[in-house]
Every structure is written in structure tokens, then in C-alpha cells.
């Protein structure tokens, strides 16, 4: 089912954000590193390599805003991402097929594994309990912000990036299934990256270790 709690009008999403704490231009700068990893890919690397480096490096990125912000590096099981100390929100780092796309949901390109299915089962489970009495949506009200796991779902084509801030109502068989809300961040491709801009918002260093 296609989610109708859509946040995409600019004052919006502004407001909306106010339960992150942290403003949307800093909020960019995890799209904006996500993108440049997948650039510097080249013809040698592995094929998935665009969507393996931009998944380090997005989550590298979200928590180097998030924790410049009061938040906290988040790990429980090998499910990785920060968590906000005062709220109890969790949010996590996801590449998917279409985001900010108004007449179809984001989805993960990957499959999530068990361990994501579970946290999410286990901090929402009240989503299920409204789902059970008929009704056709969940109202974001009624779901406690300690209880909250988002997504920061990115995803690109060319050089057009898109960005959302996503929660999901859970997941099935891997995969998002409905979303109680979506708040846009980056729109139509909105943020084109120049190539002659190659500096990342912070260092990445690698480290090599030899065997």
C-alpha cells in the first residue's frame, strides 16, 4: 500500500525535522557523501561496489551529523546507525531503489537480514496491534518516539541524488513493507554534484592491514 503521510512541502519538512534536532542542510551532507563514493568507483572495481561503497560511506557520513548533535553511535546486533540519547529514535543508513518519488514507496535494493526485521518487530510492535483492529493506516501519533526506527533512504541515478527520511511499518521477508511516514529531504534530484567538486564533507581515511 502506497504511504499518504508524505512530507514534501519545504515549511514542512522543516517542522517535521524538529524531532531530529538537526537541520536539514547538515542533514544533505549524508547524500551529498553517499553520491561522491559511488563517483569514484571505477571500471575495475566490483560490481557492486557502488552500492557497497555507498553504504559505508553514507553510514560514515550520518553518523559523523548525527553525533555532531547529541546523538549516539548506535550497534546492536551488526544493525548499525546512531540513536538519539533524549528521544530513544533510531535511525539508520539505507540505499534504495527510488526515493522521494510520490506515487510509489522506497525499497531497499538489498534484502534486510534477520537482525533488522527483529529490531524493528520488537521497538514497533504496536504498529501491528492498530494494523489488527482494521485500520488501513497507522497515525504517527500514536507511535512513542523511543519505539521510532527510521531509514535515511538514499538513492541516485546519474548524477540526480534523492533523499528521505523514512519510517517504516515493518518488514517482510526482507523488505519495506508500507511506511507510517516520509519526509523528503532532497526532491527530483534536486542537489546536483559538480565534477569538479571532489571534496568530501570530512576525511575518510582507510585503513590497510596486511595478513
Known amino acids: ?92 543508513f539505507q540505499n534504495v531503489d527510488v526515493a522521494c518519488n510520490l506515487f510509489r514507496d522506497p525499497q531497499n535494493i538489498s534484502p534486510k537480514k534477520e537482525g533488522s526485521q527483529k529490531l524493528i518487530d520488537v521497538m514497533q510492535t504496536s504498529f501491528f496491534d492498530i494494523l489488527d483492529e482494521g485500520r488501513s493506516e497507522i497515525p504517527y501519533s500514536s507511535i512513542p518516539l523511543n519505539k521510532q526506527v527510521w531509514y535515511y533512504c538514499f538513492s541516485t541515478n546519474s548524477e540526480l541524488i534523492n533523499a528521505e527520511l523514512s519510517l517504516p511499518v515493518r518488514l517482510d521477508n526482507g523488505r519495506f513493507k508500507g511506511f507510517v511516514k516520509r519526509i523528503f529531504l532532497i526532491q527530483s534530484g534536486e542537489l546536483v554534484i559538480d565534477d569538479g567538486i571532489s571534496e568530501p564533507p570530512f576525511e575518510i581515511v582507510p585503513e590497510i592491514k596486511r595478513k
Open 1 to 92: 500500500m502506497l504511504s499518504k503521510n508524505i512530507i514534501y512541502d519545504e515549511i514542512e519538512v522543516e517542522d517535521e525535522l524538529s524531532i531530529f534536532r538537526i537541520p536539514l542542510e547538515a542533514l544533505l551532507r549524508v547524500a551529498y557523501a553517499a553520491y561522491q563514493s559511488r563517483v569514484n568507483v571505477n571500471k575495475y572495481s566490483a560490481r557492486n561496489a557502488k552500492g557497497t561503497y555507498s553504504y559505508h560511506v553514507g553510514l560514515v557520513a550520518l553518523r559523523d551529523v548525527f553525533i555532531q548533535y547529541g546523538w549516539l553511535k548506535y550497534d546492536n546486533n551488526g544493525i548499525e546507525g546512531v540513536r538519539c540519547p533524549n528521544t530513544g529514535i533510531v535511525v539508520l
